[in-house]
């Protein structure tokens, strides 16, 4: 049994986007997940890339996936590395794939000289938590992460709030 961790090309969209239906399975949120090839192939390969995503192959299969991009912190004054989804297929759980990929960021954000990688994690998701625990990760408990979306986003940007 074989892991080869491979950066993301344009041709593996159809793949991104059903690791991507995977999660949102795994998490309960099919209902928001609108992802279509379309959108996801202007997003990460269109003229402006939004994001990078990494691939994760277990004997020639899509086995799971990491989709980063980066982000800055003002009071280290580099850039760090957000980690938006990872997410290993059950079948492929247990082989060391989500920690080959958290290690392949770490590794990217040293090479691109970032101060830190972070991620969210959903409260419900002990196991995940516990993993991340393992690898040396600590909750940041004195944040609470603040969203805006759809109309309201549209309201806001329109000053109609």
Not at 45 to 62: K, L, N, Q, T
Not at 72 to 86: C, K, M, N, Q, V
Not at 129 to 153: N, S
Request: net charge negative; with cysteine; hydrophobic share 45%.
């Amino acid at each position: 049994m074989s892991l080869v961790l491979r950066p993301a090309t344009r041709a593996d969209v159809p793949v991104i986007r059903e690791l991507i239906e995977g999660l949102a399975d795994y998490e309960k949120l099919r209902h928001e997940c609108i992802a279509t090839d379309a959108l996801l192939d202007a997003a990460l390969f269109g003229v402006r890339p939004y994001a990078e995503v990494v691939i994760a192959e277990w004997d020639g299969a899509s086995a799971g996936f990491a989709l980063f991009f980066h982000n800055f912190s003002t009071f280290l004054a580099r850039p760090g590395i957000y980690l938006e989804d990872l997410f290993v297929r059950p079948a492929y759980r247990g082989h060391g794939i989500g920690k080959a990929l958290l290690q392949y960021l770490a590794q990217q954000a040293v090479s691109r000289d970032c101060g830190r990688l972070e991620w969210s994690v959903l409260d419900w998701n002990v196991d995940a938590i516990g993993f991340y625990e393992k690898l040396g990760a600590r909750p940041q408990d004195e944040w609470t992460v603040y969203r805006v979306t759809g109309d309201t986003l549209t309201h806001l940007a329109n000053g109609a709030l």
